[in-house]
Structures are given as structure tokens and as C-alpha cells.
């Protein structure tokens, strides 16, 4: 009989820790009571409103910076130099004169050339009279004709010579290092500079045979620089190489990118973004995206309750999910503190999560 009275009391206490246990965790995971234990308190939440995103499959791989042109400035004959006319890293246009060599010689041999046509182009007029007035047979005519043409001839040859006594900028672009001095001796094959035409970036990089049937002229990329973090310079695909390295199983692909302002140099190292199967989808915040199993769904707000919706998601971006089924564009969804909820729990909205569309 004793041992009926001392066992009683340990179930009641056992069935009193246990009511508060349950009731302690009610409170800690359902939704707050209010002090005289009426309906549960709204749930402070924050919403965000389904919008529209672009999303995009990435492909990231190494580049190197190209100039769009770009060549060794030389002499093309052997000439001491005369004239030095552009600095270091001077813009130049097409044709503007870099270099003179010495050209005495060759000018005094042209201009005597040109007098050789001259006197030539008067002896014709001069026969050709005499011709008109049957003074002289037509063959001395033609004769002279050939005198002449050979004479314009020789003309061109003086002048071809002391053209290649002036160097000039072949393209617009930009001069790099001076490499000889005033009255050194050049010759074919000594580079006097270098030219490039950086106004527009060719960007090499290198793309795995199993991502070549996505990869297009035409198509964007994003690039990255060490130099310049946080900046991204857009360009696209011109030209993918047709061979494939048996080594690294991987073809070259060649994008351009717009240098208006000249910040990319040849030779530089770019992080590639390939942006791929664009397409346009609803999106939602990560943070409001709640998993059970396999299964992802949302609080959707209903007034001032919420109902849980069950979503089909796709891809990800930073910070946002791709929805493609489930919801509609519009609807206002828990973002932060969906955690806490149960379908038909009582929620105010405590903040607006900035928009996860564009």
C-alpha cells in the first residue's frame, strides 16, 4: 500500500514535466500565444514579390588580351635616320609620318627624273605637231610615246625609293617604346616601335570539347581583370578555331571586346564568362525557399495569413532561385522568418525584401 502512494505521485509529476515540455516547445516552434492564451500573435515576417529575372548558364575560363592590330614599325631599306616625329605611347593616326631616313640622294634623283619627263612630254607635243603636219612618219610618234612611258616609269621608281625613306603608322593606334636614336643606322628588320591598335580587345580563350556545341559567334560573354576589380567588360563570341587540341581536348574561341577608353592592354590575363540558354523566369530570394524531403515550397502571403505552396525550381543565381512553376508573377511571398510558420499561421509584414527580378 506504501508503495501505491509513492508511485502515484511520480506519474503525476512525470505527466506535469511532460505537459511542459510540450507546451514549451509549442511556444518555441508554432506560432506566439498571447499572455491569456488566446490566438496565436502575428508573426513578424518579410515578403518579397515574385518577379521576372534573366538566367543563364555560365561557363568560366582563362583569356589573354589581344590588339585588335598590331605590328613591328621598320625601315625597309638601310638609311641612317634623320627625323624622329612621335614619343612613347602616342596615339597616331593612319599614315602619319613615324620615322625619316635620309633621302638625299634619292630626292635629288627624282627631281631629276621629273625633268626627264618633262623634256620628254615636250619633244612629244613637239613630234606630234610635226606628225599632224605630215612633216614626220606616225612611227616616230609612237616612238616617242614609249620614251615617254619609260621616262614616267623611272620617275616612279626615284619616287617609290624616297617614299620608303618615310615611315609611316600603317592603322590608327597607339606607339609603344622608342627603340633607336637620331643618326642610327636602321635597316630591314630593325624595330624602330611597335604599333597596336587596342580600340577594340581580341580576347583568346580556350573551351572544352564537351561545351563546343554551346558555344556561338554572337553570343555574350562577361570578362574580369585583375587590374580592374568589380569592373566586368562585356563583349561576344566572333570565332570558334575548327581544330580541337588532341592534348587538352579543347579548341580556341576568339571574342572582341570595346576598348573606347584603352584600360585593356595586350597581353593582359582575363577571367571568360560564356553566358548561355538565356531565358526570362519568375524568381524568387533563396531565403525564402523551404525544403521537406525532396520537396521545395514557399509561405505565400493571403491576407494576413500565409499558405504554403509547393514551387518547381530551376536554375540559380547569386542570392535569387529560378521558379518555373508554382507561382505567379506578382504574389508576395516570406522571405525571411518563414521558419517560424505553419499553413494559416497569422503574419504582419515587418519589411519589403528588394525585388529578386530585374
Not at 616612238?143 to 617614299?163: G, I, K, P
Not at 587590374?227 to 578555331?241: I, K, N
Not at 530551376?314 to 511571398?333: F, K, S, Y
Request: proline share 6%; aromatic share 4%; no cysteine.
Amino acid at each position: 500500500m506504501k508503495a501505491a502512494k509513492l508511485v502515484a505521485p511520480g506519474i503525476l509529476a512525470l505527466v506535469v514535466v511532460a505537459a511542459a515540455i510540450y507546451l514549451w516547445g509549442w511556444d518555441r516552434s508554432g506560432p506566439p500565444v498571447t499572455a491569456g492564451g488566446g490566438p496565436p500573435a502575428a508573426v513578424p515576417v518579410i515578403v518579397a514579390e515574385v518577379g521576372w529575372r534573366e538566367f543563364h548558364t555560365q561557363l568560366q575560363a582563362l583569356g589573354t588580351a589581344r590588339a585588335n592590330e598590331a605590328v613591328d614599325i621598320t625601315a625597309r631599306i638601310t638609311a641612317p635616320v634623320e627625323a624622329i616625329e612621335f614619343t612613347d605611347g602616342m596615339q597616331v593616326r593612319q599614315g602619319q609620318v613615324l620615322v625619316r631616313l635620309a633621302a638625299a640622294e634619292e630626292a635629288a634623283e627624282a627631281r631629276e627624273r621629273h625633268v626627264g619627263v618633262q623634256e620628254q612630254q615636250r619633244e612629244l607635243e613637239r613630234i606630234r605637231g610635226l606628225v599632224a603636219d605630215r612633216n614626220l612618219p606616225r612611227q616616230r610618234l609612237d616612238e616617242q610615246q614609249s620614251r615617254l612611258s619609260e621616262a614616267q616609269a623611272r620617275l616612279e621608281a626615284a619616287q617609290a625609293r624616297v617614299r620608303d625613306r618615310v615611315v609611316r603608322a600603317p592603322f590608327d593606334g597607339v606607339v609603344g617604346f622608342r627603340r633607336v636614336s637620331l643618326g642610327a643606322l636602321v635597316s630591314p628588320g630593325t624595330i624602330i616601335t611597335t604599333l597596336d591598335d587596342i580600340s577594340v580587345i581580341k580576347l583568346d580563350f580556350s573551351v572544352p570539347e564537351t561545351f563546343l556545341a554551346g558555344v556561338k559567334s554572337g553570343q555574350l560573354i562577361q570578362a574580369r581583370a585583375a587590374a580592374f576589380p568589380g569592373e566586368r567588360f562585356a563583349g561576344e563570341v566572333t570565332s570558334v578555331d575548327v581544330r580541337v587540341d588532341p592534348v587538352t581536348r579543347a579548341a580556341m574561341a576568339r571574342a572582341t571586346l570595346p576598348n573606347p577608353d584603352g584600360v585593356l592592354r595586350p597581353g593582359m590575363l582575363l577571367t571568360v564568362t560564356l553566358l548561355k540558354d538565356e531565358r526570362r523566369s519568375l524568381s524568387l530570394p533563396e531565403g525564402a525557399l523551404l525544403r521537406q524531403a525532396d520537396q521545395a515550397y514557399v509561405f505565400v502571403l493571403d491576407d494576413d495569413t500565409v499558405v504554403r505552396r509547393e514551387v518547381r525550381t530551376g536554375r540559380r543565381a547569386p542570392g535569387v532561385v529560378e521558379i518555373l512553376d508554382g507561382l505567379q508573377p506578382g504574389e508576395r511571398v516570406v522571405s525571411e522568418g518563414a521558419v517560424r510558420l505553419r499553413p494559416g499561421a497569422r503574419v504582419t509584414v515587418a519589411d519589403m525584401a528588394p525585388a529578386a527580378g530585374d
